[in-house]
């Protein structure tokens, strides 16, 4: 596509503005560092280089569902542009007359049709992606693709400039071939050799300096103002991809708010707790809000969204970045961003389910930026949501978020006549069995904490619980915001147990395994922590349970996202149920593993509701409905709830079931 | 404007309850302490009144309670906001008879010249609904009770009380004031980090309930607390319809009197 080998010297000088031009309107980059610094973060340079290859050049999380129209789409654009890349800085270089002898020839055959379909690639790219913007548009997309979200242009403008010049490019690398190639070698570049037929060479040649001038300076206007468009995504998530740790991805960060509480100079009314102003995020939550290409795939995924809730990942993130521009270029006033633009209620939406963070092509870290806000409406403004407020109270005052008393925490064994082996009596045991409060208030998760009980007796196990000692882990204390409460309950709950001896810690809630095994290290708690699933697994591989093929059911099993996304574990839970099918039949649910569907318990959600919109766990349940089956099998003490509460709701008690694994394993003993 | 706010630790709704050797009294230390529950809508409807009129003034926590265990209600009450606390500490046995607990607080309160008083409108624990009133007729204020709405016009107190069957009443009291507050009328705020870590430089003053000369005697005496019990009875009822039908309704009038 690229035309002569004579460039006239001027043109340097346009690509030299061109290239100033560029520079200064590429230090909207430098907005990041009104963030403050996060002394966690080191850069990794082996994982950075994987990064920057897999995520960023090969963009695989763009492919993460194969095929896609977007995905399709932005294959054409990005991997014809590439191409269009390499094609010209070879061009540039040969120009030059550098390594000549070493690079192909404008004409050379395979370099001539490399170029051509590497134009033609981002030409039916970006005509796909106007049809998705104008005619088969996804509601998730901004509305007014003109506009965009405070992009140059908005995502069509650019678009059609791009048609522009791609156009400009195949009419010049016509004209040139008309005018200069003979046609055994000009077939080769077989876009522009059959647009060449379209006039006579005389024509092609009055028009020749026109086309090119005119491909040459727009192209150079591109470059100038790149970073003021969408396409800047493609220097900034690249470089966004390669600077994120993906080990700290998705973890929320400790506050050590007893340190602060100790600490004598600490001055009430100068520290901030929580995010909200611009200066509250670190540098690199402000990098992820630059880097979002506002693709909208988190909003599409995202179960509050889904459900008409008044929450879009997407409009959060770039929220954030138009302040940040706003307060950078234009040195607008930036206050703080909770309240306006970004609402409580949305915040409130959020269930931290990870969709949107799986979902991710540019690698943002969703969840703990939106936990940073709840913070600072909790710690800051005391404004959490005013029925999560009951819950967390309760937590405060009696170690539970139901309220009920402390000294009742074992009361569900009693009643049914089980002698709970304690701790404080024991005070060394092979396994500590993590009740939860769930299992030991609820009662629908009583019965999987019995369950347990009958597993663990069966297999002969050396365990023990802690009884009226355990208290709630603070799972929804922290994902609500309220890190006090959860640093409390973390703090009595890790001297606790380190007073006694055991090996491992089993729990049939994802939470309190989250919370237990990634999250309680960060205040000196390390133990190694199982999810039920996993230990249930492991005594049936090893011949300890052994169980009875009984389920002659159609079954569908429900993923936690605390156990799936947020742990990776996907497998155990299905062969535990697996091992209990006799003629029964697992069915995966259209939205599995990775892409489960929130229930709408995870994040604090559990304990309030937002009115608009459907309930989460009826869309779900309808999923499972829509399955055929007979059973919903859950491996999460929330799960269990929300999914038996659409049951109800759904009026399907008679014709179906939700059911823990431990319970199908329980019956099959 | 300067305004006291009684609070109470409270056993939880979901405690269990077990009487004590003594008999007058609930076995402690099963108990999830709490702040009482029309006190909380007192503490956020005085913050709100400051917060109304420009943020100037007072506003006191008081409690009465053992040493040990109130200071955790009392922080929580500095921490929504509340500028300063005093505490009554008090030794078993509890005092339970409203009239001597208002004249301890009079007593206490007496030198404080509060504008206006705010309790909850009754105990969840006793319940009896009286401490708030006696303490204003005691310290010569106006007193209004079921306070469901106030606002403040020049020198005086408008309020909002709660009739029976969804009636209201507006009363105009002049200060210095002492009502009771119903729950329902605010939403108590969550306390914030920033507030607790604020709370602590608080001045919480403690005073014996000893040292405080309560006057007159007690009133009333507290003789012997009970647990309620769930008991099952059945009556088969023989005869004719007419007689079963007759020994139905007389069950139904005497016994279980739901109608």
Redesign the interface.
Known sequence: MEVSHHVPAVLYLFALIAVVIFIYNLRRFLAIRIGKSDPDYKIKIIPAIFNLFYFGILQRRVFRKSFSYASIMHFFIGFGFFILLFATTVDFFVARGWFVSYLPHLDTPWFALLNDTGGMMALIGILMALFRRHINKPKSLPQDAFKGRGNLFGDSGVLLYILLLIFGGFLSEAARLAVDVQSSIAQYSWVGYRISFLFSSETWSALEPYLWWSHALLSFLAIAFLPNTKIFHAIISTINIALTDRDLRGKVKPMF?SK??EDPD?D?DE?S?GSTKLEDFTWKQLLDSIACTECGRCTNVCPAYNTDKPLSPMKIITDIRHELYGKYLNKKEVNGIVGNPITETELWSCTTCGACMEECPVLINHIPTFTDMRRYL???????H?QA?ES??KTM??GNP???????RTKWAKDAGIELPLMSEKKEADVLYWVGCAGSYDPRNQKVAKAMVKILEAANIDYAVLGNEESCTGDSARRLGE??LFETMALQNIETLNKYKFNRIITPCPHCFHTIGNEYGDFDGNYKVQHHSQFIMELIDSGKLKLNKYLDSKITYHDACYLGRHNGEYQAPRKVISSVLKNGKLIEMERNKANSFCCGGGGGNMWYDIEDGERINSVRFQEAIDTGVDIVATACSFCTIMMDDALKVKGKEDSMQVLDIAEMVATAL | MKIGVLVKQVASGESPLRIDTSGKWVVEESIDFTTNESDSYALEEALQIIERSGGAGEVVVISMCPAERTPKIIREALAKGGHRAIHIQEEAPYETDPFMVASIFAEALKDESFDLILSGLQSDDLGSGQTGVILGELLGMSTATLVMGVELQKGKLRVKRELESGWFQWVTLPFPACITIQSGLNQPRYPSLKGIMGAKKKEIKSIAKSDVKGSGTPMQEFSRMYTHKAEKRTEMIEGSTDQIVDRMIDIFKKNIKVI
Do not use: R
């Open positions: 708010v602060l509480m600490m009430v520290i707790l909790v710690l800051s403004e005391g404004k959490p005013p407020a967390l109270e005052n009696t139901w309220g009920f008393s402390k000294s009742e890190e006090y």
